[in-house]
């Protein structure tokens, strides 16, 4: 990290030599094909996939968001997403790994009930509740040339997995996370996050930049701060974070355990990030018996505190 604070770049190739010892070899080999295909996609000009809706431009918007329509483009009418992450940021290789946050069965599980829109929600929702949320920015207009490019991607990747075999479909993930009967904590999950996360997304959760220019988004996300998902995404909610923490990282090596997840979730969702319009969620769950027991914002239908609710103990007979 830089003394001002800004992810550094500089030291980026030090920092991925550094990772084959911490999150081994697999993980490693990754990191460098990432790297490579992205000097490859940024070698001359990186916008040679013209907008168009279509899968291709779709998969593209899912892996360079930060790009395409992040905060940094030069048209402040492109300018959707509000942070550096990439769609591919959670949906890793562009969602088509298949199990946690894989894309490769959303086209049809949409139309679905929202209980945090108290309606029927379609895709073309669900993603746009994505861009308010986990790319802390603004809804994609419905006809527009991107919302309907994603939609064909996510429609090709269910194309693609009805035509898989079964060896092709199995997940290959640890045992899914089943959270601790106890109140999850920060302080233990500070010391987990050190070990097992620091190398990756540093100690100020910052994460490392791709290049010195903003505009191309990050090798390694910020999991806190003003470039991260904003405090009204499903991420900031500690059941939530841990699934996805136990099932994928660290990347390569996902060996966390239950309790690892559960206190390293409640230390990254315990620090300062971008904040939501306080009257946009107030509009969530309009049934407060729909809205998940980790939802850490209220109102509730129930007594418990905002500090249970965030960090449980998540026991309780009259759910």
Same mark, same amino acid.
């Given at each position: 990290?830089?003394?001002?604070?800004?992810?550094?770049?500089?030291?980026?190739?030090?920092?991925?030599?550094?990772?084959?010892?911490?999150?081994?070899?697999?993980?490693?080999?990754?990191?460098?094909?990432?790297?490579?295909?992205?000097?490859?996609?940024?070698?001359?000009?990186?916008?040679?996939?013209?907008?168009?809706?279509? &899968?291709?431009?779709?998969?593209?918007?899912?892996?360079?968001?930060?790009?395409?329509?992040?905060?940094?483009?030069?048209?402040?009418? =492109? $300018?959707?997403?509000?942070?550096?992450?990439?769609?591919?940021?959670?949906?890793?290789?562009?969602?088509?790994?298949?199990?946690?946050?894989?894309?490769? +069965?959303?086209?049809?599980?949409?139309?679905?009930?929202?209980?945090?829109?108290?309606? %029927?929600?379609?895709?073309?929702?669900? @993603?746009?509740?994505?861009? +308010?949320?986990?790319?802390?920015?603004?809804?994609?207009?419905?006809?527009?040339? +991107?919302?309907?490019?994603?939609?064909?991607?996510?429609?090709?990747?269910?194309?693609?997995? !009805?035509?898989?075999?079964?060896?092709?479909?199995?997940?290959?993930?640890?045992?899914?996370?089943?959270?601790?009967?106890?109140?999850?904590?920060?302080? %233990?999950?500070?010391?987990?996050?050190?070990?097992?996360?620091?190398?990756?997304?540093?100690?100020?959760?910052?994460?490392?930049? !791709?290049?010195?220019?903003?505009?191309?988004?990050?090798?390694?996300?910020?999991?806190?701060? =003003?470039?991260?998902?904003?405090?009204?995404?499903?991420?900031?909610?500690?059941?939530?974070?841990?699934?996805?923490?136990?099932? $994928?990282?660290?990347?390569?090596?996902?060996?966390?355990? #239950?309790? %690892?997840?559960?206190?390293?979730? &409640?230390?990254?969702?315990?620090?300062?990030? !971008?904040? @939501?319009?306080?009257?946009?969620?107030? =509009? #969530?769950?309009?049934?407060?018996?729909?809205?998940?027991?980790?939802?850490?914002?209220?109102?509730? &239908?129930?007594?418990?505190?905002?500090?249970?609710?965030?960090?449980?103990?998540?026991? #309780?007979?009259?759910?």
């Amino acid at each position: 990290m830089t003394e001002s604070g800004t992810p550094n770049t500089s030291s980026g190739w030090v920092i991925v030599l550094a990772v084959c010892g911490v999150i081994g070899v697999v993980a490693v080999a990754g990191t460098l094909f990432l790297v490579n295909q992205q000097s490859a996609q940024w070698a001359g000009r990186p916008d040679d996939v013209a907008p168009a809706p279509t &899968a291709e431009y779709g998969r593209r918007l899912i892996t360079q968001t930060s790009w395409l329509i992040g905060p940094e483009h030069p048209d402040p009418a =492109q $300018r959707f997403s509000g942070n550096g992450l990439n769609c591919s940021s959670c949906h890793l290789d562009a969602g088509t790994i298949p199990g946690t946050l894989s894309l490769t +069965e959303a086209f049809q599980k949409y139309p679905k009930f929202s209980g945090r829109d108290g309606k %029927e929600a379609d895709l073309k929702e669900r @993603i746009d509740g994505c861009m +308010e949320r986990s790319m802390n920015g603004r809804t994609l207009p419905r006809d527009s040339v +991107e919302m309907d490019a994603m939609v064909a991607y996510v429609r090709s990747l269910s194309d693609q997995f !009805a035509a898989m075999n079964a060896s092709r479909r199995s997940v290959s993930e640890p045992a899914p996370f089943r959270a601790p009967t106890r109140a999850a904590s920060p302080e %233990e999950g500070a010391k987990v996050f050190e070990t097992r996360c620091v190398v990756c997304h540093g100690r100020d959760g910052a994460g490392m930049l !791709a290049s010195s220019d903003r505009r191309r988004g990050y090798l390694f996300p910020p999991v806190w701060g =003003q470039d991260s998902f904003n405090n009204g995404a499903g991420m900031g909610r500690v059941l939530t974070a841990s699934k996805f923490i136990k099932a $994928r990282m660290p990347l390569g090596n996902a060996t966390l355990t #239950d309790d %690892e997840a559960f206190d390293v979730a &409640a230390y990254i969702n315990s620090q300062t990030r !971008a904040a @939501i319009d306080p009257a946009r969620l107030e =509009q #969530d769950y309009p049934d407060l018996t729909k809205k998940p027991v980790d939802a850490p914002y209220g109102p509730y &239908a129930d007594s418990w505190s905002i500090t249970r609710h965030k960090f449980g103990p998540f026991v #309780d007979p009259g759910r």
